[in-house]
Each structure stands twice: as structure tokens, then as C-alpha cells.
């Protein structure tokens, strides 16, 4: 683990199984992805913050069945992207995406 | 004072120019331009010259009943279509082969085993290498974990075909490393118990043992006959990041489709040309004959159809009027590919087959433009005249091109055809209409990036394209780069996009800008290059003599063609170029330009 730059996940669902499917989209993509459980703050909040404390400057907020991917290069005009959980595949794929932005390739959100 | 108007009707655009004589001579008022209503020679054109007389008639601060003649042109009885016919076809028989280049392969090297599942390894015996087969019904912790184990306990396991896209996942939770394919849908057509081969090739690379037929040789013992059957699947494999060959029995095979013949009439005798023998050699046979009467195509077959359909509605047009029977006098074939579905395959492989695109133009001997004339003028309450054949028209026109001289040849590019014609000094006008022009450029970009959208290949034809490389900027394909205050929409980033002037268009293609811009040029050239050097060897027997070269016609507004036309005919030392008709309109207007001129100096001769 350690000081890989990685994409920061700030959660506070209870769900891991959708953080943990996150993170697999992400490392089938190549990118790695930290996931830290939080206590304050609404899915937003929790984005920017994560954003913020990631190198990459991406960070995903989970809260009450929302996620979303902040961006802090994009300002003003995020989120990046935002979606209501409600399978495994979404959260999946949301984590690739994040990976994606990263890596300058078309977003699966975009197909 | 007089006013007059001149109206064109072409295939797709009817433009109008209206001019004033008065005692103090003549000058040019204004221009209009609108959608063609109707097909070409028919009645039903009146209305929109009707529409393009009331735009121009306002520009020039006029009324459309101030007009005291129009002038119609005798438009050119020709009119185009196009076919494609695929020439090849790959069929995977029994699993053979994969080669779909998953996203995100894992592991990088050469893994050969027999066929097993990784749910039932545990009944297959220890002493052997084994590709393991992981269905989704197995997650990726799961898989990796039996592997693991299997691994741990004696089982040699050498690589593995994933159905889910999960390579990355196994592969990263293995003690000993090795390769896999991914992302195979039908992975429960593959059968156990059989000898394969996985190949995963390092990053940037491209496999190098199952695209070569030797390498397939040394992994499977093959001797001299089975490693000939074995080069389909090479070449099929050729540049991929990855694959897997399967010894079931099974190969892949490219076999030639029948795709009928094309029969051709021509002064110097008759030929039957097989579509599959392709654009070359059929070029090169049609010349034989040349110059052409008449060409078919077979029943059953794309360009039989397009022919046959042309001719019927040639037939309605110009019923009654026609000397001659109707018949196709000019094709232009181009070799193309197209991605076509693998038959038999299992991860959804799309292979480039060959095509031939063919451009066929059908000429009769005049349209009924009285009718038309007819028409127009109860439309209009206005004397309409049927003057001048179009040819003439639009070298007159064209001449207006500030720095044009003569002897004048003029190339209008259109959606159906390409016309040309040689106005000598005397006066004197020679005129060719070939096949071959923007509907065929069209209808090869759509085939070879496999778009299956004809709008958008007519977009990436006549736009440049750029490249979306963050939420704030593109990089255009001249390498330069634009910012925007908002974001571009998620859905374009990192695609490939066209600059259009609605807005930015993606293009949804595998293909990358550099292959994209490759093949809207090339496709570009091997027709309108082809069609000028074709059209000039036509009209005039010395190309040196030629004085000045004006593009007119939709083509001519390309960004690209005006540009490698003058390219291949610079060396002929001519001037080639867009034209700029009155120094005002570019390449639009030539022909009811020319009518309106026409009358104020009382005609020209054709010969």
C-alpha cells in the first residue's frame, strides 16, 4: 500500500461490497484506488474532500446510495459524474471510470 | 431596365443569380441557393427555384415579379448511385481461435496447456500443463484462489481465458504469475480436453509465436501440410496484443464470396468482369473496351440492383424524350475493407474483409426541361426560357473566376457524379460526365471505419477532426490546441471527435484520429484524383495546352480536395484551383451565373 498515487474513496455506507467493487473496476483499469471510511459530510462533501487529498486530484464520495466522482481540476463544474447505487455493476463500473478520467481514455458512462 | 434570372437545377442544390441590363450595361445583383425539390428534370422542380428566386429577389431589394426572363439550364441527363460488394469472408469453424483484443489482457508471455475448467480441475489428472477456463459463474477472488491452491498442490497451470472482463484481477492475486485473455463471451463454446495456446504479448508489443505459422509449427508439432493449414489463423492474429489458438480440430478459414459480374458494352468489344477479381483489375478491363455503351450488373447482386434501379428512374424522368435506350456509360470501382463480423467467433472478433466500392453513372440523351420550364412558369406568372446546355453555362460562369484564362477546363465535383468540360478560345465547349464523386468518398468512410451511419461519415468526410484530451481542452488534428470557459460533456472525453459547426460530434470508431484522417484522405484521392487525371485524358489530348483548371461544384468546398488535385497537377504545369465565381461566390453558382451572362451577350456556340 503506502504512497501509490491513487484515486481517494471517502465513504460513509456501511456497504463495503460496493466500495470493494469500486476499487476492482479501478484495478482492472490499471489505477490504483484507496478506500477510507469517514464519519461527516454528504456524498458531495465527501467527493471533494477526497479529491483534494488524492495526488491524482480524483476523488469518489459514497453516502446514502449516491456516488459521485469529484474532480479537482474541473472546479466549479463538478462532479464529474453522479449515480444512485443500486447494483454491484454500477459501482463497478464508476470505479473504472474514475481509473479512465485518469487515464485519458472514454468514460464506460459515455458508450 | 431589364432584370434576368438564371436557375440551375442539379442533383442536390438549385441556385438562382440574378443580373440587370440597363443602358449603362450589365451588372450582377445577387444569388441564392436551396435544396433541389423533386428529382432533377421533373416538374415538382419548379417550387424550389420558386423559394430561390424569393431569397435572391430580397437580397437584391427587389420583387421575384420584377423579373422579366428566367433561364434554365439544359440540365445534364446523368444521374449517380452506389453499391459495395463484399469480396471476402472469415469463418472460425469449432473454437479455433480468439483474436478480439480484450481492453485490459494481464501478464505478458506464452502459455500452452490443454483446455480445462477451472470449476473441475480438481478431477483432472496432476503431470500436466493446463489453460484454465474461468466463467463468470466464478469471481475473480474465487478464481484466483482455487488457482492458487491448485498451484500449491502439484497443478501446473500455464494461462488462463477469462469470460468477464477480470484479467487484471486474477492475474494480480496469483502467487506465480501468468497470462490471460479476457473479455470472452462464448466461453462455453470452447472445448475441454484439447491443446491450446495463450499469448499475451508486453506492453506496446504485438504477439509474436501464434501469428507466425512456425511458431504454431513448433508449439502443436505440426509437419509442412498442417502448418500451411495453420497461416489463415496467423494472418488473422497479425498485430494483436493478444490470442489463443485451440487444436480442435477446427481452423479458421477466408474464403472468396461470389459476388456476381459486371457485364460490360463498350465500342471496342464486350467483357464480363468478375466483381471479386477487384477495383484494379476490373478498371483495367472496362478500358479495354472503352469507350463504354452500356454496363450491367448481375441479378441477385448489389450492383445489379443499383443499376437496374437507376435505369428505372432515368426511365420515369425522361420518358418519351430519349432517341437511345438508357444505360450506365462510366463506372469507377475502388478497393475498400470493411469490418465484418467473424462467423464462429467468440469473443465478438470483427474482421477487415474486402470490398469493392463501385460508382455507376447512368446518361441519356436529354431531360424534359420544357416541362420543367412549363411548370415554373405558371409557378412564377414569368417567361421562362430553356437556354444553353449546362456544360457551356458553367464554363462561362467559371471564366468569371478572377485569374482564370483560357483554354478552360472546369471539374465539377458533385454528390454523383464528376463532370468536366474544355472551353476553348474559339468558344468551342467538350463535355464528360464521370462516375465516381461525393456519395461514393461517403460511402467508403462509413464501410471502412465500420460507422453503419451515413450521416456521420458525410460529417468526418467534410470536417476536421480533433481529439479530447481533458474537460477543458481539444487538440485539433493540426496539432493545435483549443480551451473552453465550461467543460465539454462527459461523454467526449478522450473521444474522437468532429469539429462541426452544430457542435462536436463523437466518433464512435476503434480506429484512432491518425487512422481516421489516413482514411478519409486516401479515399479522397483514389477518387477525386483518379476522376480529375480520367476527365482530362478525356477532353483534351495535350493537358499542357490547358490554361486554367477551375473546381466548382460541393466537392470543390472540401478543405482537402482543391489541395491534391493541384497536387497530382502541378507537375502539367496548370493552374488548378477552387473556383471563385464573380470573385464573390466561390465554387458555387458557375451555371446560373453562365445563363445570366449568356443572355446579355447573346450566346455561345457547343460543339
Known amino acids: 500500500m503506502g504512497n501509490r498515487p491513487s484515486i481517494e474513496v471517502w465513504s460513509r455506507d456501511p456497504r463495503t461490497d460496493w466500495i470493494e467493487e469500486m476499487q476492482a473496476g479501478a484495478e482492472e483499469e490499471g489505477v490504483w484506488m484507496r478506500a477510507t471510511q469517514a464519519d461527516t459530510g454528504d456524498a458531495g462533501a465527501l467527493a471533494q474532500g477526497a479529491s483534494r487529498a488524492s495526488p491524482l486530484g480524483v476523488g469518489v464520495g459514497v453516502y446514502g446510495g449516491q456516488a459521485m466522482i469529484w474532480v479537482e481540476a474541473l472546479h466549479r463544474f463538478n462532479p464529474l459524474l453522479h449515480i444512485e447505487i443500486k447494483t454491484r455493476d454500477q459501482a463497478r463500473q464508476l470505479g473504472a471510470d474514475a481509473a479512465r478520467y485518469v487515464k485519458g481514455t472514454p468514460l464506460k458512462a459515455g458508450e | 431596365m431589364k432584370i434576368?434570372?438564371?436557375?440551375?437545377?442539379?442533383?442536390?442544390?438549385?441556385?438562382?443569380?440574378?443580373?440587370?441590363?440597363?443602358?449603362?450595361?450589365?451588372?450582377?445583383?445577387?444569388?441564392?441557393?436551396?435544396?433541389?425539390?423533386?428529382?432533377?428534370?421533373?416538374?415538382?422542380?419548379?417550387?424550389?427555384?420558386?423559394?430561390?428566386?424569393?431569397?435572391?429577389?430580397?437580397?437584391?431589394?427587389?420583387?421575384?415579379?420584377d423579373i422579366a426572363v428566367i433561364r434554365i439550364n439544359e440540365a445534364a441527363p446523368v444521374m449517380g448511385d452506389t453499391a459495395m460488394?463484399?469480396?471476402?469472408?472469415?469463418?472460425?469453424?469449432?473454437?479455433?481461435?480468439?483474436?478480439?483484443?480484450?481492453?485490459?489482457?494481464?501478464?505478458?508471455?506464452?502459455?500452452?496447456?490443454?483446455?480445462?475448467?477451472?470449476?473441475?480441475?480438481?478431477?483432472?489428472?496432476?503431470?500436466?500443463?493446463?489453460?484454465?477456463?474461468?466463467?463468470?459463474?466464478?469471481s475473480y477472488e474465487e478464481a484466483a484462489e482455487r488457482i492458487n491452491?491448485?498451484?500449491?498442490?502439484?497443478?501446473?497451470?500455464?494461462?488462463?481465458?477469462?469470460?468477464?472482463?477480470?484479467?487484471?484481477?486474477?492475474?494480480?492475486?496469483?502467487?506465480?504469475?501468468?497470462?490471460?485473455?479476457?473479455?470472452?463471451?462464448?466461453?462455453?463454446?470452447?472445448?475441454?480436453?484439447?491443446?491450446?495456446?495463450?499469448?499475451?504479448?508486453?506492453?506496446?508489443?504485438?504477439?509474436?509465436?501464434?501469428?507466425?505459422?512456425?511458431?504454431?509449427?513448433s508449439i502443436f508439432h505440426l509437419n509442412a501440410d498442417e502448418t500451411k493449414s495453420v497461416v489463415p489463423i496467423a494472418k488473422s492474429l497479425m498485430g494483436n496484443r493478444s490470442a489463443v489458438v485451440i487444436r480442435t480440430g477446427g481452423e479458421v478459414r477466408a474464403k472468396t464470396i461470389q459476388a456476381g459480374a459486371l457485364t460490360a458494352v463498350g465500342e471496342r468489344g464486350t467483357v464480363q468482369i468478375p466483381v471479386d477479381a477487384g477495383a484494379e483489375a476490373i478498371m483495367a478491363r472496362l478500358s479495354e473496351v472503352a469507350p463504354l455503351i452500356s454496363v450491367t450488373g448481375e441479378e441477385g447482386t448489389h450492383v445489379g440492383a443499383m443499376i437496374d434501379g437507376?435505369?428505372?428512374?432515368?426511365?420515369?424522368?425522361?420518358?418519351?424524350?430519349?432517341?437511345?435506350?438508357?444505360?450506365?456509360?462510366?463506372?469507377?470501382?475502388?478497393?475498400?475493407?470493411?469490418?465484418?463480423?467473424?462467423?464462429?467467433?467468440?469473443?465478438?472478433?470483427?474482421?477487415?474483409?474486402?470490398?469493392?466500392?463501385?460508382?455507376?453513372?447512368?446518361?441519356?440523351?436529354?431531360?424534359?426541361?420544357?416541362?420543367?420550364?412549363?411548370?415554373?412558369?405558371?409557378?412564377?406568372?414569368?417567361?421562362?426560357?430553356?437556354?444553353?446546355?449546362?456544360?457551356?453555362?458553367?464554363?462561362?460562369?467559371?471564366?468569371?473566376?478572377?485569374?482564370?484564362?483560357?483554354?478552360?477546363?472546369?471539374?465539377?465535383?458533385?454528390?454523383?457524379?464528376?463532370?468536366?468540360?474544355?472551353?476553348?478560345?474559339?468558344?468551342?465547349?467538350?463535355?464528360?460526365?464521370?462516375?465516381?464523386?461525393?456519395?461514393?468518398?461517403?460511402?467508403?468512410?462509413?464501410?471502412?471505419?465500420?460507422?453503419e451511419n451515413r450521416g456521420l461519415a458525410e460529417r468526418i468526410k467534410t470536417h476536421p477532426l480533433a481529439k479530447v484530451e481533458s474537460m477543458f481542452h481539444i487538440r485539433t488534428e493540426d496539432g493545435l490546441v483549443r480551451f473552453f470557459e465550461e467543460p465539454l460533456p462527459p461523454k467526449l472525453y478522450g473521444k474522437v471527435i468532429i469539429l462541426d459547426e452544430d457542435g462536436y460530434l463523437p466518433v464512435e470508431s476503434r480506429a484512432g484520429m491518425e487512422k481516421i484522417i489516413a482514411v478519409r484522405r486516401d479515399i479522397k484521392k483514389k477518387i477525386f484524383v483518379t476522376n480529375a487525371v480520367r476527365a482530362l485524358r478525356e477532353i483534351t489530348e495535350n493537358l499542357r495546352e490547358i490554361k486554367s483548371i477551375v473546381m466548382v461544384g460541393g466537392c470543390a468546398l472540401d478543405f482537402e480536395i482543391p489541395a491534391m488535385i493541384l497536387q497530382e497537377l502541378s507537375r502539367y504545369g496548370i493552374t488548378a484551383g477552387r473556383g471563385n465565381i464573380r470573385g464573390a461566390c466561390g465554387p458555387r453558382n458557375a451555371v446560373a451565373t453562365g445563363l445570366v451572362m449568356s443572355y446579355a451577350d447573346g450566346g455561345t456556340r457547343h460543339g
Open chain 2, 4 to 65: 434576368i434570372a438564371g436557375a440551375d437545377i442539379g442533383n442536390s442544390t438549385t441556385e438562382v443569380c440574378l443580373g440587370a441590363i440597363s443602358d449603362n450595361g450589365f451588372r450582377f445583383l445577387s444569388e441564392a441557393m436551396v435544396a433541389t425539390t423533386g428529382m432533377k428534370g421533373t416538374p415538382a422542380n419548379a417550387k424550389g427555384v420558386r423559394v430561390a428566386l424569393e431569397q435572391a429577389a430580397e437580397a437584391a431589394g427587389i420583387q421575384v415579379q
Open chain 2, 85 to 138: 460488394e463484399t469480396i471476402t469472408e472469415t469463418v472460425i469453424t469449432q473454437s479455433a481461435m480468439i483474436g478480439h483484443n480484450p481492453d485490459t489482457p494481464a501478464g505478458a508471455g506464452l502459455a500452452v496447456g490443454i483446455t480445462a475448467g477451472l470449476e473441475t480441475l480438481q478431477e483432472k489428472p496432476k503431470g500436466e500443463a493446463y489453460l484454465v477456463l474461468i466463467p463468470q459463474s466464478l
Open chain 2, 149 to 217: 491452491e491448485a498451484a500449491a498442490s502439484g497443478y501446473t497451470i500455464a494461462g488462463g481465458i477469462v469470460q468477464r472482463d477480470e484479467g487484471v484481477l486474477i492475474y494480480n492475486r496469483l502467487k506465480e504469475k501468468i497470462p490471460f485473455v479476457d473479455e470472452v463471451k462464448a466461453i462455453e463454446k470452447i472445448p475441454e480436453g484439447k491443446k491450446g495456446a495463450v499469448e499475451v504479448a508486453p506492453d506496446g508489443q504485438t504477439i509474436q509465436t501464434l501469428s507466425n505459422p512456425y511458431g504454431m509449427a
Open chain 2, 310 to 451: 437507376m435505369i428505372r428512374s432515368m426511365k420515369d424522368v425522361s420518358e418519351g424524350i430519349s432517341q437511345h435506350s438508357i444505360a450506365v456509360k462510366d463506372v469507377l470501382a475502388v478497393d475498400t475493407t470493411i469490418p465484418v463480423s467473424v462467423e464462429g467467433a467468440l469473443a465478438g472478433e470483427v474482421s477487415m474483409e474486402n470490398a469493392v466500392g463501385i460508382a455507376a453513372m447512368v446518361k441519356t440523351d436529354a431531360l424534359p426541361m420544357r416541362n420543367v420550364a412549363k411548370a415554373l412558369s405558371s409557378e412564377t406568372g414569368i417567361y421562362v426560357e430553356v437556354a444553353g446546355v449546362e456544360a457551356v453555362m458553367a464554363s462561362l460562369g467559371a471564366l468569371t473566376t478572377p485569374g482564370a484564362g483560357l483554354p478552360l477546363v472546369i471539374l465539377d465535383m458533385g454528390g454523383g457524379s464528376t463532370d468536366a468540360a474544355l472551353l476553348s478560345p474559339e468558344g468551342v465547349v467538350k463535355s464528360i460526365h464521370l462516375a465516381g464523386a461525393g456519395q461514393l468518398a461517403t460511402l467508403l468512410i462509413d464501410s471502412e471505419l465500420g460507422l
